[in-house]
């Protein structure tokens, strides 16, 4: 059974850095893209940063040389670095997997083809 497990969220001052993880079950990050969305209250979900082994790696242009994902193959886990947090990105954070072995970075965080998705993690950015 494929299953994603996200931890890592909470609170955090404005301009404060958090680390997420996502530990992934039933499945090898060796073969399928595997990334971060986040969904504020109203809004849509949104690709934040996915990441393939040996493929490219996509980052939203808003969080460009903040944020920071990467993966530790043996442990089957992803990580979300999130540095100089603002306000506007508090948000339940969710991790997700990719369908199919040929699901690239990219697609998976921008058109949004996903396979299977974690239960979410609050990120509150507040004074």
């Known amino acids: 059974q494929l299953q994603l497990v996200e931890s890592g969220g909470g609170l955090v001052q404005p301009g404060g850095s958090l680390r997420l993880s996502c530990v992934a079950s039933?499945?090898?990050?060796?073969?399928?893209?595997i990334g971060w969305f986040r969904q504020a209250p109203g809004k849509e979900r949104e690709g934040v940063s996915c990441?393939?082994?040996?493929?490219?790696?996509y980052y939203a242009e808003s969080v460009k040389g903040r944020f920071t994902i990467s993966m530790d193959n043996a442990k089957n886990t992803v990580f979300l670095q999130m540095n100089s947090l603002k306000p506007e990105e508090t948000a339940v954070y969710y991790c997700?997997?990719?369908?199919?072995?040929?699901?690239?970075?990219?697609?998976?965080?921008?058109?949004?083809?996903?396979?299977?998705w974690g239960q979410g993690t609050q990120v509150t950015v507040s004074s």
């Open positions: 997700a997997a990719g369908p199919s072995r040929s699901t690239t970075s990219q697609r998976l965080c921008v058109s949004k083809d996903i396979g299977s």
């Open positions: 990441i393939r082994r040996g493929g490219s790696t």
């Open positions: 039933g499945f090898t990050l060796d073969y399928y893209a």
